[in-house]
Nanobody, 123 residues
């Protein structure tokens, strides 16, 4: 069992930055990839950023150049740095982990999820 707890969400104006953190605990040997996803009401959960055990990353086109995913060496914290935020980035953001070392934005490749955290960007 892997436990994920997100923090750092909130409300900001467009153009500003937020930093989301995900603290990982439990059976961390089963956490070979990490991802950040987001979901708004009535829409599918979409992958935003992913990082694997080798540090290889993948990003959704909508956030490339604005968001950066990183993890500490112990893989106990995963960070999503979000810059130049837009109102379209408003969503609930979820941290997730999966057992295979390959960055992917497909939610079916993740088997443990955090509870989610709200990010609101106003114009």
């Amino acid at each position: 069992q892997v436990h994920l707890v997100e923090s750092g969400g909130g409300s900001v104006q467009a153009g500003r930055s937020l930093r989301l953190s995900c603290v990982v605990s439990g059976d961390t040997y089963a956490a070979a990839r990490f991802g950040w996803f987001r979901q708004t009401p009535g829409k599918e959960r979409e992958g935003v950023a992913s990082i694997d055990c080798l540090g290889i990353t993948d990003y959704a086109d909508s956030v490339k150049g604005r968001f950066t995913i990183s993890q500490d060496n112990a893989k106990t914290t995963v960070v999503l740095q979000m810059n130049s935020l837009k109102p379209d980035d408003t969503s609930i953001y979820y941290c997730a982990t999966g057992p295979t070392c390959m960055a992917t934005l497909s939610k079916s490749d993740y088997n443990y999820w955090g509870q989610g955290i709200q990010v609101t960007v106003s114009s």
